[in-house]
C-alpha cells in the first residue's frame, strides 16, 4: 500500500496582536522532503509530528509519500494568500502521488485565516476532491482544536491526542494508523460522530476530574465497534460558531448507540469543567501564600494568561510588576518577549547596567511597560528548548537576563512559551537557589517543572488568555455556552 503524509498546525487566536504570514511557518517550523515520494529521506522520519505515520509506513513496507510539515506559533488569522499557498502545496503533492491507499493529515483542529474559519475542514475537503469518497483520510489533531461537521464529514477518522500537556501524540498517531490499515484492508468502514459540549475554558488532565473522564474514554473504545473517541476541549479564544468543547466517535458505520455513548462522556466532560479553570488565583494571594510557606521552594508560577503558545504577547508584566512593587528576592522570571530590550541589552554587555523599557508593548493585555534601571547578568543566542508534545527542538533567539531588583527576567527574542527549564538554566540560572520561578505558559510547562517545583500555582491575570471570558468580545458563539452563559447544558 502507498500512504500520503501533510501537517500544517496553527492555533489561531482570533483577539490576538500577531500578525501570521507564510514567514511565521518558514521561520517556526517548515519542512519539505527533498522528495515526495516514494521513499523520503530519513530526516522526515525523525523530526516532525508526522513521524510515527511515516515510520509505521516504512515498518510495513509500504510506499510513503510525505508533503510538507509546517507549524506556526499561536497568533492572529494568517493572511489569506498565504494560508492558501501553503494549502496548495499539499493539494499539488497529493496530486502527483496518487493513487494512493491512505491519506494521513497532521493538523491543529482550530486554524483560521482570512476569509477561512475553519481551515482544517477546508484543507480535509480539497484532500477528498482529488482522493474520492473510497479511500481512507485520518487526521490527526490537538485537543484544543474546534471541530467542525465540515471536518467530521470528509474525513473517516478525527483522532487527537488525551493529554495535557500534550505527551501522547506518538501513540494517538498509532492507534489512527491502525484504523487505517483496517480501513484500506476492507475490515471496518468508519464515520465521525461529533457531540457537542457547550463550554469555553480549559482542562488540565493531569487533575483527578479530567483523569477520570479521560478513562471513562479508554473504556469506551474498549467495546466494540467503537474504533476511537477524542476529547475536543477547544480553543476558547476564536470567534466563530464552532468555538467550544466536543466528543468525537469514530465508530463503524451503522454502530448502534454511538449518541448515547457520546452524550454520556460529554456530561461527563461538562461535569469536570471548573475544576482547572478553579486553580487560578490573583497574584497577591498566590505571593502571601508562598510567604506564609515554610517549604525553602522553588515555588513555580505560571503566568496561564499570557502564553504565547495561545496568541498572546509573552510581554505582560503584570506578574513582573507586583514582584518589583512587593519587593520580592530570590525570584526570577522567564520568558518576556521583547526583542528590543535584548538587542539594549546585548549592545550594554554583561555586567553593565542600563535603563529600560521592559516589555507591555503588544496591546493593552501586556499591561504597562516596567520602566527602570536593569543589569545584564547574561547572554546567550544558542539556547534551545524541548516541545515535550512532539519532541522538537526550538530555539529561544538572542536572549539576555536581567536583573531589575531582587528579580531575574529572561528577555528573548522568538516569542514562544516555556517549556523547559533551559530558558533560565541555559542563561546560568540555578533554581534551586530561587524561592520562585515565574513561567510564561499554560499547562506545557508542567512535564519538566513540576519534578522540580516545591509548589505549582496557576496565576490569573487580565492577560490575552483570561478565562474570564467577555462575552461583548464575542459576537459568533453558539449560545448558551458556560461559562458566558449560566444555563449552558449538554445535550
Request: aromatic content about 8%; charged content about 20%; some cysteine.
Amino acid at each position: 500500500m502507498n500512504i500520503f503524509v501533510a501537517g500544517m498546525m496553527m492555533e489561531t487566536n482570533s483577539f490576538s496582536a500577531i500578525p501570521c504570514t507564510r514567514d511565521s511557518f518558514v521561520n517556526a517550523m517548515y519542512y519539505r522532503p527533498e522528495h515526495t515520494g516514494p521513499d523520503p529521506e530519513p530526516a522526515a522520519y525523525e523530526q516532525f509530528g508526522y513521524r510515527t505515520f511515516l515510520r509505521l509506513a516504512r515498518e510495513r513496507g509500504y510506499g510513503a509519500y510525505a508533503s510538507l510539515h509546517a507549524f506556526a506559533e499561536p497568533a492572529a488569522p494568517c493572511r489569506q494568500e498565504d494560508y492558501e499557498s501553503l494549502r496548495d502545496e499539499i493539494l499539488d503533492d497529493l496530486r502527483a502521488a496518487m493513487p494512493v491507499d491512505m491519506v494521513f493529515l497532521m493538523l491543529h483542529g482550530a486554524q483560521m485565516a482570512q476569509g477561512y474559519d475553519d481551515c482544517e475542514g477546508d484543507i480535509i475537503e480539497k484532500v477528498r476532491e482529488i482522493t474520492g469518497p473510497d479511500i481512507f483520510i485520518g487526521v490527526e489533531l490537538d485537543l484544543h482544536g474546534n471541530v467542525t461537521t465540515r471536518m467530521a464529514e470528509a474525513s473517516n477518522a478525527l483522532v487527537a491526542c488525551l493529554l495535557y500537556p500534550h505527551t501522547d501524540f506518538d501513540e494517538r498517531g498509532e492507534q489512527l494508523f491502525a484504523i487505517g490499515e483496517r480501513f484500506a484492508r476492507g475490515e471496518i468502514r468508519t464515520r465521525n460522530h461529533l457531540q457537542r459540549v457547550p463550554m469555553l475554558g480549559l482542562y488540565y488532565t493531569t487533575l483527578p476530574h479530567m483523569m477520570a473522564v479521560n478513562d471513562a474514554v479508554l473504556a469506551a473504545e474498549r467495546q466494540d465497534g467503537i474504533h476511537s473517541v477524542s476529547l475536543m476541549h477547544g480553543f476558547a479564544w476564536a470567534d466563530h460558531p464552532d468555538v467550544g468543547a466536543a466528543v468525537i466517535v469514530v465508530a463503524e458505520s451503522g454502530q448502534g448507540g454511538v449518541p448515547d455513548l457520546a452524550r454520556d462522556i460529554g456530561r461527563q466532560f461538562f461535569a469536570a469543567r471548573d475544576e482547572t479553570r478553579s486553580l487560578r488565583r490573583p497574584v497577591d494571594d498566590i505571593l502571601g501564600a508562598i510567604a506564609a510557606s515554610p517549604e525553602a521552594g522553588p515555588f513555580v508560577i505560571a503566568d496561564v494568561a499570557d502564553n504565547a503558545g495561545g496568541g498572546a504577547g509573552a510581554d505582560s508584566t503584570f506578574i513582573l510588576t507586583r514582584l518589583i512593587e512587593r519587593g520580592i528576592k530570590d525570584a526570577a522570571l522567564a520568558m518576556i518577549w521583547d526583542p528590543i530590550a535584548v538587542d539594549f541589552a546585548w549592545q550594554a554587555g554583561i555586567g553593565n547596567r542600563l535603563n529600560l523599557r521592559l516589555g507591555g508593548k503588544t496591546g493593552p493585555f501586556a499591561g504597562l511597560p516596567v520602566d527602570g534601571e536593569a543589569t545584564v547578568v547574561a547572554l546567550a543566542d544558542a539556547i534551545e528548548q524541548e516541545d515535550p508534545a512532539g519532541g522538537l527542538m526550538f530555539g529561544i533567539g538572542r536572549a539576555a537576563l536581567l536583573r531589575i531588583g531582587g528579580i531575574l527576567v529572561a528577555v528573548n527574542s522568538i516569542r514562544q512559551q516555556v517549556y523547559d527549564p533551559v530558558c533560565l538554566t541555559g542563561l546560568g540560572v540555578d533554581l534551586s537557589a530561587l524561592r520562585i520561578v515565574v513561567v510564561k505558559s499554560t499547562q506545557h510547562f508542567y512535564e519538566r517543572f513540576s519534578t522540580l517545583a516545591t509548589g505549582i500555582f496557576y496565576c490569573e491575570t487580565p492577560g490575552s488568555l483570561t478565562l474570564d471570558f467577555d462575552a461583548g468580545r464575542y459576537s459568533r458563539l453558539r449560545r448558551p455556552i458556560w461559562p458566558i452563559d449560566a444555563d449552558a447544558a449538554p445535550a
